[in-house]
């Protein structure tokens, strides 16, 4: 009795782990969203469906498909100060942000947009850099539809990629 009895206790611990794994949206690299540790690190961790990118006088374009974050800006400085940046964030579906991770791993978003609050204008966020090594990353869930483009004239831009 008592095998019986464990063998229908594992059974029904598989189905309901089969059950659970299968209702979730099967993209792992969107869990990391809102996971600033996960965030912060050197690594970057995505799953990149299409990509065009380009970088041009200080200027970085990119059209995404993507689920992760992929770090797309780095500049290490001297001193604190503040700098303008001209942005556009587009998202198409799902939902994206643009994330400052400062020297000391503190993740600060710059900008954060969904397909249900599309922007298609240009704008302008203040980028609050730190003594040390800042980074930017593009951050997208749900295999996101992004478009983005940022103009700073500090810095290095970097591609995304696979």
Known sequence: MKHKNLMIISMLSIFMFIIFIGCGDGDI????????????ETSDSWSLFNNNQSIENNEF???YELSGCGTIWRYSSDEQVDLQVPYNLTVNSGKAKLILITPDNEVKTLVENTSKSPVK?????????????NRIKLVGSKKANIQVQLKIDEGTFEKIEF
Not at 29 to 40: G, H, M, R
């Open 121 to 133: 204008d240009e704008a302008t966020f203040t980028l609050p850099i730190k003594k040390g090594l």
């Open 29 to 40: 690299t969107s869990a990391i969203y809102n996971n600033d540790k996960k965030l912060a």
């Open 61 to 63: 374009n990119g059209t």
